[in-house]
Nanobody, 125 residues
């Protein structure tokens, strides 16, 4: 399995941008998909984006489509979430997660086997 560490969160004004990073360590020689999720206080964890091992396939929640971009650099064992045009409702703790590449694209948290500790994103007005 891989271990994941997120970074890049912070405080940003509405309309601004942030780039989150997720660095993997451990069994990075094995293929894995990457997902980004977020969780606001008193709300369920919400799917944000997914990327295949090769990076050729991406999938987004409707709420972020056109504003967020997921990418990865396997040479650096790092996945990214580029967030543009941030809105107040994007405020949450963001988590990256590793998934089984043999599974189809999934937005279900239980289909991911390894999670980072999260990074806080706060969007202010």
């Amino acid at each position: 399995q891989v271990q994941l560490v997120e970074s890049g969160g912070g405080l940003v004004q509405a309309g601004g941008s942030l780039r989150l990073s997720c660095v993997a360590s451990g069994r990075t020689d094995s293929a894995y998909t990457m997902g980004w999720f977020r969780q606001a206080p008193e709300k369920k964890r919400e799917f944000v984006a997914h990327i295949s091992w090769s990076g050729a396939m991406t999938y987004y929640a409707d709420s972020v489509k056109g504003r967020f971009t997921i990418s990865r650099d396997n040479a650096k064992n790092t996945a990214y979430l580029h967030m543009n045009s941030l809105k107040l409702e994007d405020t949450a703790t963001y988590y990256c997660a590793a998934g089984d590449p043999m599974l189809p694209v999934t937005s279900t948290p239980r289909d991911y086997y390894s999670w980072g500790q999260g990074t806080q994103v706060t969007v202010s007005s």
